[in-house]
Antibody, heavy 123, light 109 residues
Framework: QVQLQESGPGLVKPSETLSLTCTVS????????WSWIRQPAGKGLEWIGR???????NYNPSLKSRVTMSVDTSKNQFSLKLSSVTAADTAVYYC?????????????????WGQGTLVTVSS | SSELTQDPAVSVALGQTVRITCQGD??????ASWYQQKPGQAPVLVIY???NRPSGIPDRFSGSSSGNTASLTITGAQAEDEADYYC????????????FGGGTKLTVL
């Protein structure tokens, strides 16, 4: 079955850019949407944004000015860049496949998820 | 934009039935999905769409929706169901955004 694995630096300095990669195994990255979701310690989940394998993106308006997502289908990977980070960006970052169904009542769901990676913003 | 509201905490006696709710304007147009998260673990999908369970999720988990409220029901709660539960749906703006509820901490007594 499809599995996701996040990777990237666990420590980023304030004002710098956070960069993470999600590697998809057990299936093709093509023809799906892929999302990034984060969770500060002790808090809830926050959707960051999603990318289609064509490169089309949708971002959370609250983060849009700082977020860039990209996809590399040859490597079965997609990536997140978050610029000008502060301590408020310290969180566990998850990647997940973003599925949806068009119906009378449309719906989306995230499955599977990566195990998550902790990114700490500190000098 | 859209917000989804969940009760912060709910408790249930072992073997009893509990309903966890999620309210939001977008739920009038879109079904919710539900995720279970245990400490130190990634969220796991338990319900999506009208009432769909992924493979491996016990049939004591079910979903429903009415008006602006989506519900996750656990019939015969087990000790292993103690976890945080999050709802998720599309944003009602039409911009294909996603939103999560704030989460509900379920305690099984």
């Amino acid at each position: 079955q499809v599995q996701l694995q996040e990777s990237g630096p666990g420590l980023v300095k304030p004002s710098e850019t956070l960069s993470l990669t999600c590697t998809v195994s057990g299936g093709s990255i093509s023809s799906y949407y892929w999302s990034w979701i984060r969770q500060p310690a002790g808090k809830g989940l926050e959707w960051i944004g999603r990318i289609y394998t064509s490169g089309s993106t949708n971002y959370n308006p609250s983060l849009k000015s700082r977020v860039t997502m990209s996809v590399d289908t040859s490597k079965n990977q997609f990536s997140l860049k978050l610029s000008s980070v502060t301590a408020a960006d310290t969180a566990v970052y998850y990647c997940a496949r973003d599925l949806y169904r068009v119906a009378r009542y449309p719906y989306n769901w995230f499955d599977p998820w990566g195990q998550g990676t902790l990114v700490t913003v500190s000098s | 934009s859209s917000e989804l509201t969940q009760d912060p905490a709910v408790s249930v006696a072992l073997g009893q039935t509990v309903r966890i709710t999620c309210q939001g304007d977008s739920l009038r147009s879109y079904y919710a999905s539900w995720y279970q998260q245990k400490p130190g673990q990634a969220p796991v999908l338990v319900i999506y769409g009208k009432n769909n369970r992924p493979s491996g999720i016990p049939d004591r988990f079910s979903g429903s929706s009415s008006g602006n409220t989506a519900s996750l029901t656990i019939t015969g709660a087990q000790a292993e169901d103690e976890a945080d539960y999050y709802c998720n749906s599309r944003d009602s703006s039409g911009n294909h955004l996603r939103v999560f509820g704030g989460g509900t901490k379920l305690t099984v007594l």
